[in-house]
T-cell receptor, first 114, second 112 residues
Framework: GAGVSQSPRYKVTKRGQDVALRCDPISGHVSLYWYRQALGQGPEFLTYFNYEAQQDKSGLPNDRFSAERPEGSISTLTIQRTEQRDSAMYRC????????????FGPGTRLTVL | LAKTTQPISMDSYEGQEVNITCSHNNIATNDYITWYQQFPSQGPRFIIQGYKTKVTNEVASLFIPADRKSSTLSLPRVSLSDTAVYYCLVQNSGAGSYQLTFGKGTKLSVIP
């Protein structure tokens, strides 16, 4: 596609439910990043993939958060047993290379946990 | 990574040149300076990146003095559509992970 896409764009769930957020990067982009953004703040790094390998997951808040990119393209961020504090905008970005290449961000998924 | 400090907000009239300065006193030899722009309800968008002296593209200029402890993003003749949050970031070229570390950014409001 022309850019990074994410789905769903909005997700409302009840506390305790699991959610899966999808990211479809720009075709051919090697690196994929997940960020979380609270209102009025800059995005906060969660995790990062090169191809299918998860290179860095130091930003994941706890073990309820996990991510995968099994074929080196589409990625899924899963949050188990959601809590109200998980409510935020979740953004995905991709870049062509593994270095300082610019990152292209998707529109985000707005997650609301009731 | 070097911490960055930039003004929380700025106002400017249409047609003026806007300069946003960012300080990064602890910048390392392998660090690059990158600026992103974020419009409301959108993801951040890359503007410009530099290592030293001056970099210019079709959108902005980036001025970096010799000591590299600060940098200035210059937006020529801003319009209402330049109203956005501007983030100054420092990226390490020698790191194994290239995640972006955002601060709160500078909220630029362009006034008619």
């Amino acid at each position: 596609g022309a850019g990074v896409s994410q789905s769903p764009r909005y997700k409302v769930t009840k506390r305790g439910q699991d959610v899966a957020l999808r990211c479809d990067p720009i075709s051919g982009h090697v690196s994929l990043y997940w960020y979380r953004q609270a209102l009025g703040q800059g995005p906060e790094f969660l995790t990062y993939f090169n191809y299918e390998a998860q290179q860095d997951k130091s930003g994941l808040p706890n073990d309820r958060f996990s991510a995968e990119r099994p074929e080196g393209s589409i990625s899924t961020l899963t949050i188990q047993r959601t809590e109200q504090r998980d409510s935020a905008m979740y953004r995905c970005a991709s870049s062509l290379g593994q270095g300082l290449d610019e990152q292209f961000f998707g529109p985000g998924t707005r997650l609301t946990v009731l | 990574l070097a911490k960055t400090t930039q003004p929380i907000s700025m106002d400017s009239y249409e047609g003026q040149e806007v300069n946003i300065t960012c300080s990064h006193n602890n910048i390392a030899t392998n660090d690059y300076i990158t600026w992103y722009q974020q419009f409301p309800s959108q993801g951040p968008r890359f503007i410009i990146q530099g290592y030293k002296t001056k970099v210019t593209n079709e959108v902005a200029s980036l001025f970096i003095p010799a000591d590299r402890k600060s940098s200035t993003l210059s937006l020529p003749r801003v319009s209402l559509s330049d109203t956005a949050v501007y983030y100054c970031l420092v990226q390490n070229s020698g790191a194994g992970s290239y995640q972006l570390t955002f601060g709160k950014g500078t909220k630029l409001s362009v006034i008619p």
